[in-house]
């Protein structure tokens, strides 16, 4: 669906968890993270060629698979999407005084697949709460958050699509190098949308020139402007 961004940084953040070895040590066993990449990937591809439902049936038995390995855990989840990101979510745990663990990125990455075909097949709602629990698993993983605000973009809340879209270029300060610029971009123009449609066009404009400033070829950065230059062009009293 086309309020999705590219699904260019879910495909990274799979591919940068390590495969499997072809011949593992018979004293150890691959992880259930190392058996999963495989559904994973397939999952991508078959969403890259626009088959929503076949990556919900390829995720079921992934996710379940994940959340029995889950379920005895009394601990605080999140998603370790990166070390960085890992190690500010125990801090944080820390300070809140309550135990936590960092899982790998797999099961947060099947459950934003799923999201992603629930939106493509017009389920919004189950998407968007699959995107809320995404929030609390990887609260500063920045495309999660652009997502979520792209759903609220539906609800026409623009003062809450810019709060949480302003969120994600927040966190993506702190992205993997690899995926920085795309959730940088993405959050700038999520934000930019907001402010079109509140009319506060002189930042949306800011924001659009700050995506082209990461992405010359932001042909999205580049339509918004000139959505924005039409307007203004149609605000102007006409003269006599």
């Known amino acids: 669906m086309s309020l999705l961004s590219s699904i260019a940084t879910l495909m990274l953040a799979v591919q940068a968890t390590p495969a499997p070895p072809t011949q593992p040590p018979a004293a150890q066993a691959p992880s259930l993270e190392q058996r999963m990449i495989p559904q994973l990937q397939a999952a991508a591809q078959a969403m890259r060629a626009h088959q929503p439902q076949a990556v919900i049936d390829m995720l079921v038995p992934v996710i379940a ?39 790998p990125p797999g099961y947060c990455t099947a459950l934003y697949l799923k999201g992603y075909a629930l939106v493509d097949l017009g389920r919004v709602e189950e998407a968007k709460a699959i995107y809320e629990r995404l929030l609390l698993l990887a609260p500063m993983y920045a495309q999660y958050q652009t997502e979520y605000g792209q759903l609220i973009r539906l ?44 009319h506060r066009y002189d930042e949306a404009e800011a924001r659009y020139r700050d995506a082209l400033a990461l992405n010359a070829k932001d042909t999205i950065a580049q339509h918004e402007l000139g959505y924005i230059a039409q307007q203004r062009v149609k605000a102007k009293p006409t003269a006599g």
């Not at 623009?158 to 959050?187: N, R």
């Open 155 to 198: 609800e026409k809340d623009w003062p809450h699509m810019l709060a949480i879209c302003t969120k994600a270029s927040d966190v993506a300060k702190i992205a993997d190098p690899a995926i920085k610029t795309w959730q940088q971009g993405a959050a700038l123009r999520c934000q930019g949308y907001a402010l079109t449609e509140l």
């Open 65 to 103: 698979a994940y959340e029995a390995d889950h379920a005895q855990e009394t601990r605080r989840i999140y998603c370790g999407m990166s070390p960085q990101e890992t190690l500010l979510y125990l801090v944080k745990a820390a300070n809140d005084k309550v135990a936590a663990v960092a899982v």
